[in-house]
């Protein structure tokens, strides 16, 4: 497959970032950049479950041999893709429910968990938040046999409780004062 991406292993992408159509790159962009801060390789492609069938098939039967790990899905309102990827992998999938424009996501939502006993698929949030957190996933998944990515998150889930505790910092000066 082309449109390859990776930042590290010498081009051999880990994680592959799917999609039904270009317009969900603003999403799903968001999984790439939470990769990249691993320095997880990574490959993006737009294949569409109902639109390119063969080559959402081939991308599927082949993502094992091509050293593929984890696939991370862009699921619009019925998650075929996420589905037909997870029937034809034995990767761990993982949906990123698309915030479609008549329910909102909802509808990507419901679809993601309601995969058939024997087709797994992860849902994450819906948009934004569910592709960033379908990146940490991946890295998690791969933490559990690489110590350098463990230790990444490690340094990202210390980085997280730092930022919390610097926000609170700041609301208590802001507001210092004002209760009693």
Do not use: C, W
């Not at 799917?18 to 990249?36: F, H, N, Q």
């Not at 998650?79 to 034809?88: K, N, P």
């Amino acid at each position: 497959m082309s449109g390859q991406k990776s930042t590290k292993n010498g081009g051999r992408p880990l994680v592959g970032i799917i999609m039904g159509s270009d317009t969900d790159l603003p999403v799903m962009s968001e999984s790439a950049k939470m990769l990249e801060k691993f320095g997880i390789p990574y490959e993006i492609e737009v294949t569409s479950a109902h639109r390119s069938p063969a080559r959402t098939h081939e991308y599927a039967s082949t993502a094992v041999s091509r050293g593929l790990k984890v696939v991370i899905v862009a699921a619009g309102g019925a998650a075929h893709l996420a589905g037909v990827v997870a029937a034809i992998t034995t990767l761990p999938v993982v949906a990123v429910p698309m915030a479609t424009t008549v329910l909102s996501g909802i509808d990507s939502l419901l679809s993601s968990v309601q995969m058939p006993a024997g087709v797994p698929v992860a849902a994450m949030a819906i948009d934004k938040p569910g592709a960033t957190n379908a990146a940490i996933f991946a890295a998690e998944i791969l933490a559990t046999s690489d110590a350098e990515v463990a230790e990444r998150l490690t340094v990202y889930k210390e980085e997280l409780a730092k930022s919390v505790a610097e926000k609170s910092a700041r609301v208590k000066l802001q507001y210092a004062g004002k209760t009693s």
